[in-house]
Antibody
Framework: EVQLVESGGGLVQPGGSLRLSCAAS????????MHWVRQTPGKGLVWISG????????VYADSVRGRFTVSRDNAQNTLYLQVDSLRAEDTAVYYC???????WGQGTRVTVSS | QAGLTQPPSVSKDLRQTATLTCTGNSNNVGNQGATWVQQHPGHPPKLLSYRNHSRPSGISERFSASRSGNTASLTITGLQPEDEADYYC???????????FGGGTKLTVL
């Protein structure tokens, strides 16, 4: 059974940083594209970043390029998202997901507020 | 990033058929096909259809996907109360090198 477990969210002040993690199991993580998708409260799903199975290439949505960095550790079956220079509009639930959105974690909530 | 276009809401009677649409362009839906996910409030999304229109294991045959040109469709037959949810389409966009989502359709089963 595929499991994706996100962690690392929380309350952070504008301009602050967080490192989100996604622990994967139940599939061959090292052979899979992985993505981060976020959802603002009451709104829709928005893709923000993806990473190829071996770490390259990485791709980003315009809204986060230059502020967010995606990476992975295939030895630890873990996906990461370093989120810097956070803004109020980055407040959302952040999900990790496999290619084509076949599997989703429960999400981790990030709140940016002073 | 430009997204895909979905109607914000659709209402149908119990046991009827609902068809949800998703319009993109030749760089995304028309080229790569679309996937569909269902999301109930407070829960993560769940995949209903891969872009090749196949269903993941455990998804009811009442859900079927198709595509015509730049428009993808999800048809749900024999509507049940548990089908009331938000439905999102998505597709890889080759010009943006990114994944684009529709704004979602809220399906109400009357």
């Amino acid at each position: 059974e595929v499991q994706l477990v996100e962690s690392g969210g929380g309350l952070v002040q504008p301009g602050g940083s967080l490192r989100l993690s996604c622990a994967a199991s139940g599939f061959t993580f090292s052979k899979s594209w992985m993505h981060w998708v976020r959802q603002t409260p009451g709104k829709g799903l928005v893709w923000i970043s993806g990473i190829e199975h071996d770490g390259s290439p990485t791709v980003y949505a315009d809204s986060v390029r230059g502020r967010f960095t995606v990476s992975r550790d295939n030895a630890q079956n873990t996906l990461y998202l370093q989120v810097d220079s956070l803004r109020a509009e980055d407040t959302a639930v952040y999900y990790c997901t496999t290619e084509e959105g076949a599997d989703w974690g429960q999400g981790t909530r990030v709140t940016v507020s002073s | 990033q430009a997204g895909l276009t979905q109607p914000p809401s659709v209402s149908k009677d119990l046991r009827q058929t609902a068809t949800l649409t998703c319009t993109g362009n030749s760089n995304n839906v028309g080229n790569q096909g679309a996937t569909w996910v269902q999301q109930h409030p407070g829960h993560p999304p769940k995949l209903l259809s891969y872009r090749n229109h196949s269903r993941p294991s455990g998804i009811s045959e009442r859900f079927s996907a198709s595509r015509s040109g730049n428009t993808a469709s999800l048809t749900i037959t024999g509507l049940q109360p548990e089908d009331e949810a938000d439905y999102y389409c998505s597709a890889w966009d080759s010009s943006l090198s990114g994944w684009v989502f529709g704004g979602g359709t809220k399906l109400t089963v009357l």
